[in-house]
């Protein structure tokens, strides 16, 4: 008895750390006597980066024109879908803006930043939010586009979301003021939403701002009727409805997609063998208890699908998989591209300096930043290339900016901002930056102030795109 005794003697013993304490500092969590004040340390950045500064648009020297931007983002794409993506560009001001994540990224590197880092979407214009389903299938609002993900300053998310904000609201035909408004309110719901983050216990600001709670927060009740709409659409969005609308049966009892020409295509059998056994490397990247799931589902077709305007000509395929009953799931596998933002970080100090795989820097850019993901989220490599994967349809539904009336714009401005400052809140603490805004709507003032000044740019640039386009410079297809 005498070992056990000692030994459980030792266990009760005191832990001496650096300074004696019982418990010594442990790696990855936060000291028990913090150092300083993490709100104070963000009020102190408005000496350095004033908050009316955000206000300014300088544009860099040597900023290519409109044309030449799209042409260099066309790079690698696949060459003969491009005209497609052009066309979209030059829809509207709002659609260039969606295409011209990087060519923003260029202009907003030489503008303020406090140098405070998080998790951004990299694309967070007003589009890019929207509904989907959770593993129970209950709808959850949210981000829901990473391709751009990557680590920097949170100021480049909310100045693209209050741009995008405002020439919504003009291509809806609001006055201007009410588009200004609007990127106001987001800049405003943005700061308040992170001020009530920095308040409330770490777990409860994680998991913060649920459907239920989001309109009333954000005083946001003309979308309600809207949200609805868009909910009861999203519900019938799924993989069984895309399959009936998109394959056949086949003489073996399975199916097999039917080309729906340009925007879906089945491929070779050499590139369907090779997308198919490509997801052999994904289920080494999905969560181990999933793989049970997928392992009752048999692949059997995979087809070519064009995606939406920013990644358009990216490579992306979309899988059938149909269980023993005969029932589908979708599966998209997807070109995952280097950031548009990744040339412009490293001179503001974000860099990452360990090389990365595309597919998997997008999946867990994404499992940063929203409350609940896909459950089967993951990456593989396809001929060399990265992709990631996810559910194709599953309950996706999205609110068309666009669309919306005068009174619902800057609605929209505030829930989104609000979902912005909780999906950043994830990687950055918020005490810092909610010390950084403070309680005045100085900051939503010049964040306002920049986005209709760059709106205007952004008009003027997919001006010159209309133009090129018309002259025959650059090749655009329309209606697709």
């Not at 990087?102 to 214009?125: F, Y």
């Not at 068309?400 to 950043?424: F, I, K």
């Not at 000044?453 to 650059?474: F, N, P």
Request: charged share 25%.
């Amino acid at each position: 008895m005498g070992e056990v005794d000692g030994a459980v003697a030792d266990l009760r013993a005191p832990v001496a750390g650096e300074q004696g304490e019982r418990i010594p500092p442990v790696p990855g969590f936060a000291p028990r006597l913090p150092e300083g004040s993490p709100r104070a340390e963000g009020k102190a950045l408005r000496a350095r980066v004033p908050r009316a500064s955000h206000g300014s648009m300088v544009l860099p020297e040597g900023r290519p024109d409109a044309v030449r931007a799209v042409e260099e983002s066309n790079q690698g794409r696949v060459p003969e879908l491009t005209p497609i993506r052009v066309g979209r560009m030059a829809a509207t001001p709002f659609s260039f803006l969606r295409g011209a994540a990087g060519l923003m990224a260029h202009d907003l590197q030489g503008t303020p930043v406090t140098g405070i880092g998080a998790q951004i979407c990299g694309d967070a214009h007003a589009a890019n939010f929207g509904l989907y389903g959770d593993a129970r299938n209950r709808l959850v609002i949210d981000l829901n586009d990473f391709d751009e993900t990557e680590f920097g300053p949170w100021e480049w998310d909310l100045k693209r979301l209050a741009t995008s904000l405002v020439l919504a609201g003009r291509v809806a035909g609001a006055a201007e003021d009410v588009c200004r408004e609007a990127a106001l309110d987001a800049a405003g719901a943005y700061r308040r939403t992170m001020r009530l983050l920095a308040k409330l216990p770490v777990l409860d600001a994680w998991n913060a701002i649920a459907d239920e709670e989001l309109v009333s927060h954000t005083d946001s009740r003309d979308l309600q009727g809207t949200l609805e709409r868009v909910a009861e659409k999203a519900r019938n969005n799924t993989s069984a409805r895309f399959a009936a609308k998109s394959t056949e049966p086949t003489e073996d009892g399975g199916r097999r997609f039917v080309d729906a020409l340009p925007v879906l295509r089945r491929v070779g059998d050499a590139e369907a063998a090779a997308v198919a056994l490509a997801l052999g490397e994904y289920l080494r990247t999905v969560q181990e208890d999933r793989l049970p799931l997928l392992s009752r589902y048999a692949i059997h077709d995979v087809a070519f699908r064009v995606v939406g305007t920013g990644s358009v000509g990216t490579r992306s395929y979309v899988v059938l998989l149909l269980d023993h009953r005969g029932e589908p799931l979708v599966l998209q596998v997807k070109e995952a591209r280097p950031s548009a933002l990744l040339p412009y970080l490293p001179g503001l100090g974000f860099e990452n300096p360990e090389p990365v795989h595309e597919g998997r820097r997008v999946v867990r850019g994404q499992k940063r930043m929203q409350v609940v993901s896909d459950i089967l989220l993951g990456w593989t490599t396809v001929q060399g290339r990265p992709f990631q994967v996810r559910q194709f349809r599953n309950r996706k539904g999205s609110v068309d900016p666009t669309a919306l009336s005068s009174n619902q714009v800057d609605d929209y401005g505030r829930m989104t901002g609000a979902l912005l400052a909780r999906a950043h809140s994830h990687s950055v603490d918020p005490r810092l930056i909610a010390g950084y805004c403070g309680k005045s709507d100085e900051f939503d003032e010049a964040v306002a102030t920049f986005a209709v000044a760059y709106a205007d740019r952004t008009e003027a640039d997919h001006a010159d795109l209309v133009a090129a386009v018309k002259a025959g410079r650059i090749a655009a297809e329309t209606g697709v």
